[in-house]
């Protein structure tokens, strides 16, 4: 019910279902009826465990296919931002050898701080992280990263990280889930520049699956068209070659799986 009418909580719906007759039927509670309290329906959650909704995912998805409404050929993967229910007054300092999170005491003040995922952490919500679409202040999110069967747009796959998670470090992981859980063969795929890493395009193609994600660049376009004018990639040496006939080699790999190719005789690095 929370998820069908869009309740933003337990707790506001516990206290819509007292007089909201609709959502007394729907929970099948009789007028009289006492309604759970919020924090009740915290617990079951939580002594349930992730394992069991899991499983009723999987049975819908599974029925789903049954009924010829998905068969996981084509399918879409895109990333959205979730706010996690913590302010960021609730980041403190992460906690140092021997101590421990609860007893750190939150500053009052948070105007002026300097917030950052590697040296602070919410007290509140230990697994959400700073995050927020460029241009936009930063927040406290998860990421939902949401694969849809283009047949009938029907979610496959549902994925939940902390809001940092690079997008395309989690793709291939999210196809291998999809055929080993329904026994499917993914054939095609569809996602934004976020998922366009190289190892990722190239495993893509080596398993014969269609790809119609661009290529990682940069906000200002082509990085490679800007950076690289005059240069030729020599795939045998796995390198770029610049006008002076200069190889270059590989030099780092960061978090967005792009390599850095340097060269004592190269002005400046050439980024792919």
């Keep these: 019910m929370i998820f069908l009418y869009g309740i ?5 719906a516990c206290d819509e279902i007292q007089f909201n007759l609709a959502y007394r039927w729907f929970c099948k509670l009789a007028i009289e009826d006492n309604t759970p309290d919020h924090s009740s329906l915290t617990k079951i959650r939580d002594r349930l465990g992730v394992e069991t909704f899991k499983n009723v995912f999987e049975k819908i998805v599974n029925i789903c296919i049954e009924k010829n409404l998905a068969n996981g050929k084509k399918i879409m993967m895109d990333g959205s931002i979730i706010k996690a229910d913590a302010a960021l007054k609730s980041m403190v300092d992460r906690p140092q050898e021997g101590e421990k999170l609860k007893d750190i005491v939150p500053p009052k003040y948070i105007k002026d701080r300097k917030l950052g995922n590697k040296t602070q952490i919410s007290k509140t919500d230990p697994d959400s992280t700073l ?30 990280t ?20 329904f026994d499917l063969k993914v054939e095609e795929i569809t996602a934004d520049r976020g998922y366009g890493f190289g190892v990722n395009l190239q495993a893509l193609q080596d398993r ?22 005059g240069f030729a990639f020599d795939k045998n040496k796995d390198c770029f070659i610049c006008p002076e006939r200069i190889g270059s080699s590989k030099a780092t790999f960061d978090h967005s799986m792009k390599y850095e190719f340097i060269s004592r005789g190269l002005i400046s690095p050439v980024l792919v």
């Design 208 to 229: 014969e699956i269609n790809s119609f994600v661009p290529r990682f660049q940069s906000d200002n376009g082509d990085r490679i068209t800007r950076d690289s004018a």
């Design 162 to 181: 902390t809001g940092s998670a690079v997008e395309g470090h989690v793709m291939l992981g999210r196809i291998d889930y999809i055929e080993k859980a």
């Design 131 to 160: 995050a927020g679409k460029a241009g936009e202040p930063k927040k406290l999110a998860f990421k939902v990263h949401e694969t849809i069967d283009c047949e009938n747009r029907i979610i496959i796959d549902a994925h939940v």
């Design 8 to 12: 933003e909580s337990d707790r506001q």
